[in-house]
């Protein structure tokens, strides 16, 4: 969490502000069941992210799946740390606006954000993803957060675009959660 904390006192200015945001945000979001020992939300969102992978980009959820990628493997952060993850900047110097979009739709439209942020994310390195193997997939997904990923103002503009375009809806996303309870309830043979 101190990821989100440092973005929001960067944005906030204020200790005691950024404190009740903070709070406000683990409260609405369930962000606590993120850090319990029992970690089924971390695996739903795992498992739902997968599958949207899976509609999504299907050359390239076959493409990871034959590398013996899932989304538990590289996305972690993403959901931890809502992409504050990606914050590398100097003092003084300002958040990228990919990151700030991510954040505008994250508390308008939920969870469903970060999905559709992971989705865009991945559409993006598709090809350059699809052109290596696991150890080199797995470096460039974990060094995104170290590049010029989120401070081009180009992405910010096409996340924009394809937040609006990508269809994961609330219906979707409980179809999925439904799927995965049934999933760990019948373990796979």
Do not use: C
Request: glycine share 4%; no cysteine; proline share 3%.
């Amino acid at each position: 969490m101190n990821f989100v904390a440092g973005f929001l006192y960067f944005l906030l200015q204020n200790e005691t502000s950024t404190f009740t945001f903070l709070d406000s945000l683990i409260e609405e979001y369930e962000m606590d069941q993120l850090f319990a020992q029992n970690v089924t939300l971390f695996k739903g969102h795992f498992y739902r992210l997968d599958r949207l992978i899976y509609f999504q980009h299907p050359l390239l959820s076959s493409y990871l799946r034959n590398e013996g990628i899932n989304a538990s493997l590289f996305s972690s952060a993403w959901f931890m740390t809502l992409f504050t993850n990606s914050l590398q900047f100097s003092k003084g110097e300002a958040p990228g606006d990919l990151l700030l979009g991510i954040w505008d739709t994250f508390l308008l439209y939920g969870w469903k954000a970060i999905y559709k942020a992971g989705l865009f994310i991945l559409g993006k390195l598709k090809n350059e993803l699809m052109e290596t193997q696991f150890d080199l997939i797995m470096l460039r997904l974990s060094e995104l957060p170290k590049s010029k990923f989120f401070e081009e103002s180009s992405n910010a503009v096409e996340y924009k675009k394809y937040f609006k375009k990508i269809k994961v809806s609330n219906p979707i996303l409980e179809l999925l959660s439904e799927e995965y309870n049934k999933a760990i309830k019948e373990p796979f043979e």
